[in-house]
């Protein structure tokens, strides 16, 4: 069974020292490259980062939902069998998004080297897909992980800084420090269950993937919130266009992954509750959402008035950023941060009770549906802010979808 968890006031402050160099990566790093490369060029880089984050939810394959929550009250050696599962699962899972790249660089990479850009969104998506965090977060053991991202992050934003003068520089190292980080993490796994047999087994594979089939739809539009919709909208979309929505999306999303930490540690904490039963764990969940709620509201706040003073300064090293229209998109993303800090502890309630998982399957997977066919028609159309305003719709949707989901399942 697990073990007693660890205070909050102790995993927080070591967790969160990793999310700030997740935080710091995207902030430094890609107002750098835009700078460095030239719009056609970022374009560029930003497809293949988009295409690779979103395939990599193939070969995630649903497991950081779905074992997480049978890993979390587990034993030792059921925790080995799900681990079984899941690698040899994830092994057969690389094939498909091997296949989907080749179609994604086919059907929406205009110019460009079509073999090169496969292969980097190939090998980053399996390599972005394998991490072990569904055993680290079920196991309690987020702080002391977040000492090894910590180093990775580090050195992956210096060595950025330092060398990556062009995208191929930059993917490579991006796939490097992904691959250290998914053969640590399994490393640790394997240290702490040390099976007779090893983690690739053929009978594995079947329930493996039945496991995470129950989750994979969900993991996949998930993404499409984030991925899905500027891969969708780069269809019609030109490489500039893209890679400035691009920038918005990925510093409003820095600053919603910093919270990463704490949704890691307060859903095992939400599936413990339920065995004190659901309203007690709904309390505690609505408690962290109305923080979230809040601090979101300070946060964008302090971000409309923190982008009046920097954007005088980077001005004139802008290069080829446009300022204006970053200015605009991120001022329409900016509202993610009250919706989804504190929506997701809600979220992740649904998802913990059991109960309401065809609720939350459907409001994800309706969102996703919804968002990819707004991105590829109206939303790549209307540029990066026409874009960002159906990243607010489909949040909205899916919040309203889950509403009525619960809604619908406790009158039944």
């Known amino acids: 069974m697990t073990a007693t968890a660890p205070?909050?006031?102790?995993?927080?402050?070591?967790?969160y020292a990793a999310a700030a160099v997740r935080l710091l990566l995207p902030v430094l790093v890609l107002p750098l490259m835009a700078t460095r490369m030239g719009p056609e060029e970022f374009g560029r880089l930003s497809f293949v980062l988009v295409w690779s984050a979103l395939?990599?939810?193939?070969?995630?394959?649903?497991?950081l939902a779905a074992a997480t929550r049978l890993a979390v009250n587990a034993d030792a050696p059921r925790r080995w069998q799900l681990a079984q599962q899941v690698f040899s699962a994830r092994c057969v899972l690389c094939i498909p998004a091997i296949v989907l790249s080749f179609v994604a660089v086919q059907v929406a990479g205009h110019g460009g080297d079509a073999w090169a850009d496969t292969l980097t969104i190939a090998a980053l998506a399996c390599a972005l897909g394998w991490p072990a965090t569904w055993y680290?977060?079920?196991?309690?053991?987020?702080?002391?992980?977040?000492?090894?991202?910590?180093?990775?992050?580090?050195?992956?934003?210096?060595?950025?800084?330092?060398?990556?003068?062009?995208?191929?520089?930059?993917?490579t190292l991006q796939l490097a420090a992904s691959t250290v980080l998914a053969a640590l993490g399994w490393w640790w796994l394997r240290r702490d269950l040390p099976g007779e047999q090893g983690l690739w087994s053929v009978p594995a594979v079947r329930p493996g993937l039945r496991l995470g089939w129950t989750m994979m739809p969900v993991s996949i539009a998930g993404a499409a919130y984030s991925y899905a919709l500027p891969a969708a909208a780069s269809l019609q979309m030109s490489k500039p266009d893209l890679g400035t929505y691009f920038m918005a999306d990925r510093l409003v999303r820095a600053v919603l992954n910093a919270a990463e930490p704490v949704f890691a540690v307060v859903y095992p904490r939400i599936v413990t509750l339920f065995q004190q039963g659901a309203r007690m764990a709904l309390r505690y969940a609505a408690r962290w959402s109305v923080g979230g709620v809040v601090v979101g509201l300070v946060l964008y706040a302090l971000?409309?008035?923190?982008?009046?003073?920097?954007?005088?300064l980077v001005l004139a090293r802008a290069g080829s950023i446009d300022l204006a229209t970053l200015r605009a998109t991120m001022l329409v993303l900016g509202a993610l941060l009250p919706l989804l800090l504190g929506w997701k502890f809600i979220g992740y309630w649904m998802l913990g009770s059991t109960r309401f998982d065809t609720a939350y399957r459907s409001c994800v997977v309706i969102g996703g549906i919804a968002g990819t066919l707004g991105a590829a028609t109206w939303g790549g159309a209307a540029g990066p802010v026409g874009l960002a305003w159906v990243a607010i719709g489909v949040e909205l949707l899916v919040m309203t979808v889950a509403v009525v989901g619960m809604w619908l399942t406790a009158r039944r």
């Open 136 to 171: 680290l977060q079920a196991t309690q053991q987020l702080a002391r992980w977040a000492q090894v991202e910590l180093v990775v992050y580090a050195l992956l934003i210096a060595a950025s800084w330092a060398f990556a003068h062009s995208a191929i520089v930059y993917l």
């Open 55 to 63: 395939l990599a939810m193939v070969v995630e394959g649903g497991f």
């Open 303 to 312: 971000g409309v008035a923190g982008w009046q003073v920097i954007e005088p």
């Open 7 to 15: 205070k909050l006031s102790r995993t927080l402050p070591a967790v």
